[in-house]
């Protein structure tokens, strides 16, 4: 069956700081207190969108979550009117209030977990939404990421959405940030990866391990998924530990091809060999694992090699990579980069694009983005208004430029009147987006 990979991107949302809120995100933690630019990193994101439409992809959009948070500071014993909430707020836990207004839902990579109906049991695309447990900030996202899918897969007939799963440490679940899905042809069943960094119940040293075996077996589970045609992986400790928070940080995957650092897994022959022996019948795995020698690990974390999305552009036979710019202002990446496209390896370009706001606070392109492998049939069954063409970017655009910010400093939080700017710039957004449902 024909069906396309589809990419919703997170628009960034008008509180994005520099919170420095995510342990184990070396670039978060060295930007941590910097002042930020949400207008800029808005549009940066909205021109990579912009890119795609161009060249005939098909492009979503995520609307940024309600921020502040309300609930979560009144569940922390705050009160009184939304001013009073946020100055008690600023003046007694300053970091509970970061919290409330982290735009960290932009990167929705971490969403949820997809699987697509060519992989199910019941022939439904299939969501889970991430309940993030392991860092404070992005675990009140789950209960507005939930409500958001269901907006937009509002038939039951063709999606099902989870809810997250419990918020328990054995349930740790980072969404698809740890998951890739390899296969012939995106309309044909497919090999799903899923990726953990620890067993339940295991304790570990240096930065969290943030997904559990036993949250990626759950979702395998309440997907439907055939056990034949999955496959769980361990992440490499050594990666974790040098600041791949994600498997996205190390890894990423299009239809036949995995490109990976050679650190990226605990036995990287066993999982190869495990893809292969669930593949057999539909496709022949392409490997393409980048050396340590070549570009060690810290500058693949650095540079953000891997978290760039890897497309099939219509014209062309092999497959696109779209690295963040620092990539190519890397020696090591980009010597290895223009190497593998002078060669025969499946990847045959490298994009680059500007998303320097988003990258300064640990996220790359493929952060910025949820796959979702969709038929005709199921495109045309969700919400048409978040499918972008040039007009509805000019109008989001339009919406950005009139309400965002162009300079934001963590203490500009304590500001009451930042949290009118917010709900005014999201309602404006949802219009465009025809999601006032979600106001």
């Not at 919170?19 to 184990?24: E, I, N, Q, R, Y």
């Not at 296969?183 to 559990?212: I, K, M, W, Y």
């Not at 919400?383 to 009139?402: K, M, N, T, Y």
Request: glycine share 6%; hydrophobic share 40%; with cysteine.
């Amino acid at each position: 069956m024909t069906a396309f990979e589809v990419n919703f991107d997170g628009l960034i949302g008008p509180s994005h700081n520099y919170g420095g809120l995510s342990d184990g995100n070396l670039a978060s933690a060295n930007h941590a207190g910097a002042v930020s630019n949400p207008r800029e990193a808005a549009l940066q994101g909205l021109e990579k969108m912009r890119k795609m439409v161009a060249v005939g992809l098909v492009q979503g959009v995520l609307p940024p979550l309600p921020r502040p948070n309300f609930d979560f500071l009144v569940s922390a014993g705050f009160s009184g009117t939304d001013a009073q909430i946020i100055e008690s707020a600023a003046r007694q836990a300053p970091h509970l209030l970061k919290a409330a207004y982290s735009a960290s839902n932009m990167w929705t990579a971490n969403a949820a977990t997809v699987s697509p109906s060519a992989d199910t049991k019941d022939g439904r695309l299939h969501f889970t939404t991430a309940n993030l447990s392991t860092m404070l900030h992005r675990s009140i996202e789950h209960p507005d990421t939930t409500a958001t899918l269901i907006s937009l897969f509002d038939n039951e007939d063709r999606f099902a959405v989870h809810s997250a799963l419990p918020m328990h440490p054995d349930f740790a679940d980072e969404g698809a940030a740890n998951h890739v899905r390899l296969c012939a042809e995106h309309g044909d069943p497919g090999v799903e990866l899923f990726v953990f960094g620890r067993l339940a119940g295991e304790n570990a040293t240096g930065f969290p391990a943030r997904q559990s075996r036993l949250a990626s077996e759950s979702i395998m589970r309440s997907h439907g998924l055939d056990p034949d045609r999955t496959v769980l992986a361990r992440q490499s400790v050594a990666a974790i530990n040098a600041g791949a928070f994600h498997n996205d940080v190390v890894c990423v995957g299009a239809l036949d091809t995995l490109f990976f650092h050679e650190l990226a897994f605990e036995d990287t022959d066993g999982v190869l060999d495990s893809i292969r022996k669930s593949a057999h019948g539909l496709f022949d795995l392409k490997s393409v694992m980048v050396p340590n020698v070549d570009v060690p690990i810290e500058d693949a974390i650095r540079s953000y090699l891997f978290n760039s999305q890897l497309l099939q552009m219509p014209g062309e036979d092999r497959l696109v990579l779209v690295a963040p710019t620092e990539t190519q202002e890397m020696d090591s990446t980009r010597l290895f980069c223009e190497k593998m496209i002078s060669g025969n390896a499946p990847i045959g370009r490298v994009e680059y694009v500007d998303v320097r706001q988003s990258m300064h606070n640990g996220g790359g392109p493929a952060c910025l983005r949820l796959r979702v492998v969709m038929t005709e049939t199921e495109i045309d069954a969700c919400h048409q208004g978040v499918l972008l063409d040039e007009q509805a970017i000019d109008e989001l655009q339009d919406v950005v430029r009139a309400t965002y910010r162009d300079r934001l400093a963590p203490s500009d939080l304590a500001d009451p009147k930042f949290a009118d700017e917010c709900r005014t710039a999201r309602e404006q957004i949802l219009a465009v987006l025809d999601l006032e449902s979600l106001a």
